[in-house]
């Protein structure tokens, strides 16, 4: 059973760093791209970027470049989004989801990790 | 960026009616080589990720009831349920994955 699974809700304050995973299962995780989607409170979806585990080749929106890094660790098939310098504006709920290739919808989604940036 | 819109913003329809959600993107989802729509919808019922219902603009996903629909081709789509259940309430959002993802702003969908 392929399975995405998130790390869990975070507090930070502003300025703070951090990272949150996705952990994969049940596929082959070097097979399929994971891409990061952003859902900030009472909005809609957002793709923030992507990364091909099987290479680390990645690509940001230009939305979101410079503002969050993400990265992969095929040896424990995990996908990580990071921060260096968080803002309230980054509250958000954010998904991991899976697709096959660029040009695949994305068949597979994480449960979601709860972002709460407050001082 | 391919801008995606979607009407009507909230949908209220009684149970056992037709629902049917537009979604227009700014600039055409077929690939001529592959006449493929890329085109997909989702659901995100409260409190949960969004689900993959339809992708190629009209394949259903697995285990998806036949009740639910894709329809259009280009720049102009329609999901529909053909007769609502009170478990397919949800906001709903179109996709599309042929250049830099993009998704429209989502349709609320309600029992009236």
């Known amino acids: 059973e392929v399975q995405l699974v998130q790390s869990g809700a975070e507090v930070k304050k502003p300025g703070e760093s951090l990272k949150i995973s996705c952990k994969a299962s049940?596929?082959?995780?070097?097979?399929?791209?994971i891409a990061w989607v952003r859902q900030m409170p009472g909005k809609g979806l957002e793709w923030m970027g992507v990364i091909y585990p099987g290479d680390s080749d990645t690509r940001h929106s230009p939305s979101f470049q410079g503002q969050v890094t993400i990265s992969a660790d095929k040896s424990i098939s995990t996908a990580y989004l990071q921060w260096t310098n968080l803002k309230a504006s980054d509250t958000a709920m954010y998904y991991c989801a899976r697709h096959l290739a660029t040009g695949f919808p994305f068949d597979y989604w994480g449960q979601g990790t709860l972002v709460t940036v407050s001082s | 960026d391919i801008v995606m819109t979607q009407s009507p913003d909230s949908l209220p329809v009684s149970l056992g009616e037709r629902a049917t959600i537009n979604c227009k993107s700014s600039q055409s989802v077929l690939y001529r080589s592959n006449n493929k729509n890329y085109l997909a919808w989702y659901q995100q019922k409260p409190g949960q990720p969004p689900k993959q219902l339809i992708y190629?603009?009209?394949t259903r996903e697995s285990g998806v009831p036949d009740r639910f629909s894709g329809s259009g081709s280009g720049t102009d789509f329609t999901l529909t349920i053909s007769s609502l259940r009170a478990e397919d309430v949800a906001v709903y959002y179109c996709?599309?994955?042929?250049?830099?993802?993009?998704f429209g702003q989502g349709t609320k969908l309600e029992i009236k």
């Open positions: 996709q599309q994955y042929y250049s830099t993802p993009t």
């Open positions: 049940g596929y082959r995780f070097t097979s399929y791209w």
């Open positions: 190629w603009a009209s």
